[in-house]
């Protein structure tokens, strides 16, 4: 058995969960709306494996009850532009023309409770210059190279639930290729995490959660999307994140799961504006929801941004079909 060892966002492992989900071969009270997924003693590695090829086996170095050590399959992606940056979910690759490639290789070991994945990521891309205009684009200055930690993470497993610190990308919400609040649509980042590895069940039905706080940094030479890939140098400094992500699965209502997701993000040397309390400062995505409720147009003046999205998934089994939706805000309504 392997437990609770993490199925990375965005790779064709992540991607044939749900598929395999979906045919009636995984449990449906999984929600699969707060990834990275995690394998347990239900659905091991080997079994999972087994589902997408009978031949392939994740070969073990070393496996006993208290400890387990091996290598994880090595993933590498390759992407080409002919003309034109483009594409998206792609964590650590830039928007450029011409090719590049993501590497992923690394080891999973544990010891009891304790988890390590290490799970460096690098990527290379070419870069050439490619045609830009006063409204768009921006003139690459060299060929990109960079390393990441990837998708690497130490967790403290107890039960259902998992604490630890992680450099893993989160992806929150229903949709199989495109989230409102957390996607692997940059790279990880490091960040402290609560969150279950499986459902917690209860009187009224399961209960899914994942609760972090990061900090991100940016580069303001880099190209971004909202922007029309011209350099943002506004935020130098690095910013607080904050997220909540909770979703629910009644028991009257088997299949279906409905989910809020809550983010705060704000610059790091204005900390002190945040409030006086240790929640304000550091857990905001548990403060109160409506702008009345916090001061009205108060809010505005504190240099901080919320994010809030609810959702929904059901599942048809029989069917071997989805159907989810997400809906949110960018501000306190």
Do not use: C
């Not at 993501?102 to 080891?107: F, Q, T």
Request: hydrophobic residues 35%; glycine residues 8%; charged residues 20%.
């Amino acid at each position: 058995q392997t437990y609770a060892q993490s199925i990375p966002v965005g790779t064709i492992g992540d991607e044939y969960l749900r598929i395999l989900q979906l045919q009636g071969k995984i449990d449906p009270k999984l929600s699969f709306t707060t990834r990275p997924n995690f394998l347990g003693s239900k659905l091991n590695i080997d079994s999972f494996y087994s589902n997408l090829d009978s031949s392939l086996v994740a070969k073990k170095f070393i496996q006993t009850k208290f400890f387990e050590f091996k290598p994880i399959l090595a993933q590498i992606r390759t992407q080409y532009n002919s003309m034109q940056p483009f594409g998206w979910n792609d964590e650590g690759m830039i928007k450029a023309k011409g090719i590049q490639t993501l590497a992923r290789v690394g080891v999973y070991t544990r010891v009891g409770p304790l988890h390590v994945q290490f799970m460096p990521e690098h990527v290379n891309a070419e870069n050439p210059v490619y045609d830009i205009s006063s409204e768009y684009g921006s003139i690459p200055k060299t060929r990109y190279e960079q390393n990441f930690l990837g998708q690497s993470s130490v967790r403290l497993n107890l039960s259902a639930v998992s604490v630890g610190f992680s450099n893993e990308n989160i992806y929150w919400g229903p949709g199989q290729f495109g989230a409102l609040i957390m996607s692997n649509n940059a790279p990880g980042f490091a960040h402290y995490t609560f969150n279950t590895t499986r459902p917690i069940k209860g009187f009224l039905g399961s209960v899914e959660f994942q609760l972090v706080t990061g900090r991100l940094e940016q580069d303001p030479n880099a190209p971004f999307e909202s922007i029309n890939l011209k350099p943002n140098s506004r935020w130098k400094e690095p910013r607080i994140f904050n997220g909540l992500n909770i979703v629910f699965q009644p028991s009257i209502f088997p299949n279906l799961f409905v989910g809020i997701n809550r983010a705060y993000q704000y610059s790091e040397i204005n900390i002190e504006q945040q409030g006086n309390g240790f929640v304000d400062k550091y857990l905001p995505a548990f403060s109160k929801i409506f702008k009345s409720s916090v001061g009205g147009t108060n809010e505005d003046q504190i240099e901080r941004d919320q994010q809030i999205s609810l959702y929904t998934r059901w599942l048809f089994p029989k069917s071997h079909a989805e159907f989810y939706l997400e809906y949110g805000w960018n501000d306190h309504k």
